[in-house]
C-alpha cells in the first residue's frame, strides 16, 4: 500500500498522514465507515420507497407503470452520473463533486416529497440518480488513490459489508417510515441522510487525488481516456465479469419477490426475510475474501467465486426442471440462493480490484465511472429478461436461464481476460 499520493487537506483532521506507512486499524475502520456511507446512499435511495409504490400511485394519481418508472428513471440516472462524475473527479479532485453532488442529493430528496405527479417524481429520481452516483463512483477512486493490490481487495471487502446492509434493510426501514407517516416521510429520510453524509466528507474526507496527477476536464481528452479503458483488456475483462455477474446477482433481486409469492404462496413478510439471509450470505462471503486475501491470489479467489456462484445456478436450474414445489422448496431455494450470493460476495470485491488497480491513479475516477456504469446498464438490462416469458412474467425457469447465460458468459470473459494477462507484460494504466 502507497500513502505517498494522499493530499491532506484541513478537513482531514490528521487522521490520513501521507508517508506514515499503512493505516492503523482505527484510520481503517473510520475510512470504511466514510465511504461506507457514501456508497450505500445509492442501494437506499433505490430500494427505501419500494413499500411506498401503492401508496404513492394512489396520491399522486398514477398508474403502478408510472410509479415503477421512477425506479428506471434513477437507475438511468446513477448510471449517467457515473459517466460525468468520475472523470471530473479526476479533474477538480475527489472533495468537491462529493460536496456538491450530496447538496444536489439533499435538495431533489425534500422536493420528491412535494410532487404532484408521477411524471415529476421520475424527474426528481433522475436528478437523485446523478447526484447520488458520486458517492458510490468517488468511493471507488478513492480507495484506488489510497490502496493497491491486496490491500484494495481487503478494503472493498470491508467496504461491502458497510454497504451491504443498505439492500437488506432499506425495505424494512421504508415499510416502518410508513407507520409513521406518509410516503413522502421516505424522501425526507433520504434527504436528512444526504446532508449527515454531507457532513461527515466535509469534516473527516481528505482531498485523495494530488494537484500534480489530476488531469483536465476536456471532452478529447476524456474520449481519449475511455477509448483507452474499452481497450485495455486488463480493465474491461473484469468489468464485464463484474458487470454480468452483477446481472445474475440483480436477475435474482428484480425478480424473485414476485416468483417467490406468485409461484410459491410466499407471504410478504416470508419474501422479506429471505432477502434477508440470502443478503447476509453475500456480506458473508466478501468477508471470507477478506480473510483469504494473503493466502489465495486475487485472480483464483475471483475464479472460484464465479464457477461457484454458476454451480449454484445449475442447482437452481435443476429444481425449476424438476418441478420444485410444496412447503419445503422456499427454505431449498433460499439455500442456493445463499449459496449463489456467497459466491457472488468473492466476485464483487476481487473483480472491482483487478480492474481498478490495473489503472493509474490519474483515471481511476473516469475507470470507475466506466465499470459503475456498465455494471448498472448490463444488471438492469440483462435481467429484464427473465421477464420475457409466454405470459410476460418471470418464472423460477426463466430466472434460471437468465442467470445461467450471464453466468457463463462471465466466467468465459474472466477465463480470457486471465488467459490475456498471463500472455501480456505487467502495466499500469493506460
Sequence with gaps: MSQSRLSVGPASAGWLRPGSGPLPRRSFALLVLVLGTLTAIGPLATDLYLPSFPSIADDLHAQQAQIQLTLTAMMLGLSVGQLVIGPLSDAVGRRRPLLVGFAVFAVASFACALVP???????????????????????RAVVRDVFEGDEAARFFSRLMLVTGLAPMLAPVLGAQLLRVGPWQTSFVALGLLALVSLTVVF??????????VRRPFQVVSLARTVGGLVCDVRFVGPTLTLGLAFAMLFTYVSSFSFVSQSQFGASEQAFALMFAVNTVGLMAGTQVNAYLIGRVETSRRLAAGLVSALAAVGVLGALALGGV???????????VFFWMM?????????????????QAPAVAGTASAL???????????????????ASG?????????????????SVAVFAFSAWWRARSPVRVGP
Design 342 to 358: 456467497l459466491s457472488l460476495g468473492f466476485v464483487m470485491p476481487n473483480a472491482t480490484t483487478l480492474a481498478i488497480s490495473s
Design 203 to 212: 469534516l473527516w474526507l481528505p482531498e485523495t487525488l494530488p494537484e500534480s
Design 117 to 139: 405527479s408521477a411524471s415529476a417524481l421520475a424527474g426528481l429520481r433522475f436528478v437523485q440518480g446523478v447526484a447520488g452516483a458520486s458517492g458510490a463512483v468517488i468511493a
Design 393 to 409: 412474467e418471470a418464472s423460477l425457469t426463466s430466472m434460471a436461464v437468465v442467470m445461467g447465460s450471464v453466468g457463463t458468459a
Design 371 to 389: 465499470m459503475g456504469s456498465l455494471q448498472f446498464a448490463l444488471g438492469g438490462g440483462l435481467s429484464s429478461l427473465a421477464g420475457w416469458t
Design 325 to 335: 414445489s410444496g412447503p419445503g422448496a422456499l427454505v431449498v431455494l433460499t439455500c
